[in-house]
């Protein structure tokens, strides 16, 4: 049996064209149970109702997930397992991560983010960045800024951009690839 998927945008939500709406697409085609909920406020982000509905997420799948972030999901997970209270996810895929440095005032609220490997090791059994190496809302680079000191391992997709449909991504089979097996490393 399949893990139940959890799908979480980034600041100003992800539409139609974006890789996470034909991702959740995909895995629903595929008989998967998938959660991929608006967060409140995207345009103007909270970080407490973000992790509320967040843990209401998670409390509604039950089971361990294969939890797919983009953006500033990612930092809000990274909020979550630095306070985790039992709760495993499967597999955990931050697709990048912004920085504090982004020129965004909206996300300010959500940093610092806590960077804590064994936190984020006690809330997922595996955990993978996905990032580029020019990303605009992460120039120090994500697995410089993220992937290194949480001992996690970093795909790093050249000249890519913020990894959206923007520079190039809708459809993204090798996330779905990801979602489904695990596999690595995820491409472009």
């Known amino acids: ?4 998927f959890l799908i979480l945008h980034g ?15 995909r895995l629903r085609a595929a008989g998967g149970r998938v959660a991929y909920p608006d967060l409140p406020d ?11 509905t967040l843990d209401a997420q998670l409390d509604g799948l039950g089971a361990a997930p294969v939890v797919v972030c983009h953006s500033l ?8 397992a630095a306070q985790v209270h039992g709760r495993r996810a499967e597999r955990v895929l931050l697709v990048a991560p912004p920085s ?5 005032p909206e996300i300010a609220p ?6 804590d490997a064994t936190a984020v090791a006690e809330a997922a059994a595996q955990t993978r960045i996905v990032c580029s190496d020019d ?35 809708g459809a993204w089979p090798a996330v779905e ?5 695990g596999t690595t490393p995820v491409t472009a």
């Open 100 to 104: 504090a440095s982004a020129p965004v």
């Open 110 to 115: 959500f940093f610092p983010a806590p960077v």
């Open 42 to 52: 995207a345009d103007a982000p909270s970080p407490a109702a973000w992790h509320e």
């Open 177 to 181: 690839a990801w979602c489904r097996e």
């Open 11 to 25: 600041l100003q939500g992800s539409g139609p064209g974006h890789w996470q709406t034909w991702l959740a697409a």
């Open 73 to 80: 999901s990612c930092v809000l997970w990274l909020h979550h």
């Open 1 to 4: 049996m399949s893990p139940p």
């Open 135 to 169: 990303d605009p809302y992460c120039p120090e680079g994500a697995a410089a800024l993220y992937a290194e000191p949480l001992a996690v391992e970093a795909d790093v997709l050249p000249g890519r951009g913020h990894l959206n449909p923007e520079t190039g991504l």
